[in-house]
């Protein structure tokens, strides 16, 4: 700074320590997050780089290394290519395809955690449009093949004859893993701010999940498998 080459010392890396309570206490532990990969880019494409100069206008000889190293670590995967694989004839040539998310199932609570009124969902949770969402779903539950226009009528008509719902604070996803047993793949939480036995507050937290629904028309988002479609944390 006293040379004038910064201004400040405000670095991505400095700046981001000023948000890493917050995110943890928004978002959960930042489990696998590390700079080892960063860290060792910085090894092959800086440190190495510079040791290849002779320390006089490093710039345009870093670059040179670099663009050379590519150039045979490209020619090296040609020849070993060539040499353990026949060409591929171009009337045998198929399109691969894209990769396909594997099977999920929900694992979830055999029994809610409590009852929670609309008013608390909304206060509490953040839910604030559950209700109209709620009756959107019976709607399209109970006339699927109506049209849009229709169904937001028969929506705005739908009677909910109760002012609470049961609220599952964690749901779970499992996958048949590489060694044939089921294991934990993903997971959604949500759950208003709580006062633990030591009077110590817990903060809030949502996950943001993609629910896919049926279209209508045939149109939408194409997300997760069926097996939980239509189901949200709350």
Do not use: C
Not at 139 to 162: E, G, K, M, W
């Amino acid at each position: 700074m006293d040379l004038g080459v910064r201004q400040n010392f405000n670095l991505p890396k400095l700046h981001s320590l000023t948000h890493y309570v917050s995110s943890i206490h928004l978002f959960g532990t930042t489990d696998n997050y590390n700079t080892e990969q960063t860290e060792r880019l910085h090894i092959e494409f800086a440190k190495d780089a510079y040791r290849a100069t002779n320390r006089k206008d490093i710039y345009p000889q870093m670059t040179t290394w670099l663009e050379r190293r590519e150039k045979i670590l490209l020619h090296t995967a040609f020849v070993k290519w060539r040499q353990h694989k026949h060409p591929i004839q171009p009337q045998t040539r198929r399109i691969p395809e894209p990769p396909r998310v594997p099977t999920q199932t929900i694992k979830m609570a055999l029994s809610p955690v409590k009852s929670v009124t609309f008013d608390v969902l909304a206060s509490n949770y953040g839910a604030i449009g559950f209700q109209d969402a709620l009756a959107d779903f019976l709607a399209r539950l109970n006339h699927p093949s109506v049209s849009v226009s229709a169904l937001r009528q028969r929506a705005a008509d739908t009677l909910i004859p109760f002012r609470s719902v049961p609220v599952f604070h964690n749901i779970k996803f499992t996958k048949i893993g590489d060694s044939g047993k089921s294991e934990i793949s993903d997971s959604a939480h949500a759950r208003p701010e709580t006062v633990d036995t030591n009077s110590r507050v817990l903060p809030a937290r949502f996950d943001t999940v993609i629910v896919r629904q049926d279209s209508l028309h045939g149109q939408g988002l194409k997300g997760r498998p069926h097996s939980y479609q239509n189901r949200t944390p709350n």
